[in-house]
């Protein structure tokens, strides 16, 4: 991290935040490590991101001794970044200069895990089972969509373990964090209700499989936000999801996409516009096959 804010500097760094794994607490041996990286001149046009990633990646040819070496920079993605390599580490560092929702989905991640040991070590074992399975690789889920999925099914136990975003949300004003992508992060510590439920680990885990073996991926969405499943056809028009279609609005973005029978539509926690569900037929199918086999061996 102190290597980065160095090497960066002749852009004109402001502040580094490093997120995913390494903030939630959830990472492994090797993993990676995710860092936003605000500008005093921060990038607005798709043209300026790519100046300033090929700025960044030309810093490892022209910095003598520098401490990175440049993997390969991805400028097609939903958020454009620098892959760099940490010489004496031997860590790889995925580098973006344009969205700070990352460092607080993580944040509100590691945050949901330090509720309760059953929710850490839940997460923990899925996310060994995701790896063993070769999940993540093989690009059928990733890894935060996974969390998240969990993070859906502690809200809807017979005895819940999370209150909705929603219901946590309308206790505070808004926290926005971007002018333009006007979402709310804002969630405190009532959104935590472990207290309620005397679930064994084990129970958890077998349950965690039970569930996502019974909905219907064809026809159900998993909307965070609400903390139930939502019909694919009702979606659009839901009563409880007006507020937030007006929000999506305001921001000037399409509203969220349900007319595809053949991917698994999860809507993000905050940035609602954002399916960051599995998105072709043959990986949904995998994934519940998948789920399926591991509840039987449950």
């Known amino acids: 991290h102190n290597d980065l804010i160095k090497f960066l500097t002749p852009l004109g760094v402001e502040k580094v935040l490093v997120f995913g794994s390494s903030l939630t607490g959830l990472d492994f041996h090797g993993s990676d490590l995710d860092f936003y990286v605000q500008l005093r001149s921060h990038p607005v046009t798709e043209d300026e991101t790519r100046i300033i990633i090929s700025k960044a990646a030309k810093l490892t040819r022209v910095l003598k001794g520098s401490e990175f070496m440049i993997i390969c920079t991805i400028q097609g993605a939903r958020v454009p970044l620098v892959r760099l390599l940490h010489r004496r580490s031997k860590v790889s560092c995925d580098v973006n200069f344009t969205s700070k929702f990352g460092y607080y989905n993580s944040y509100f991640l590691g945050h949901v895990v330090s509720f309760d040991k059953r929710i850490k070590e839940l997460a923990v074992i899925l996310k060994i089972w ?76 077998t349950g965690f499989f039970e569930y996502f073996s019974n909905i219907n991926p064809q026809e159900d969405v998993i909307s965070l936000l609400l903390g139930q499943l939502v019909k694919r056809s009702d979606f659009a028009v839901h009563p409880d999801l007006e507020d937030a279609r007006r929000l999506i609005n305001s921001c000037g973005l399409p509203q969220f996409k349900v007319d595809s029978p053949e991917i698994f539509h999860v809507q993000d926690a905050f940035e609602l516009n954002l399916n960051i569900g599995i998105k072709t037929k043959k990986n949904v199918e995998s994934f519940f096959e998948i789920i399926k086999l591991s509840h039987e061996k449950c």
């Open 130 to 205: 995701a790896k063993s399975c070769k999940l993540p690789s093989n690009m059928i889920i990733s890894n935060y969509c996974l969390m998240m999925l969990m993070i859906f099914y502690l809200q809807n136990l017979q005895e819940p373990m999370l209150d909705t975003i929603l219901n946590n949300q309308r206790t505070r004003s808004p926290m926005v964090l971007d002018e333009k992508k006007k979402w709310n992060f804002y969630f405190n510590d009532d959104i935590n209700r472990t207290r309620f439920n005397h679930q064994s680990l084990r129970e958890l885990l």
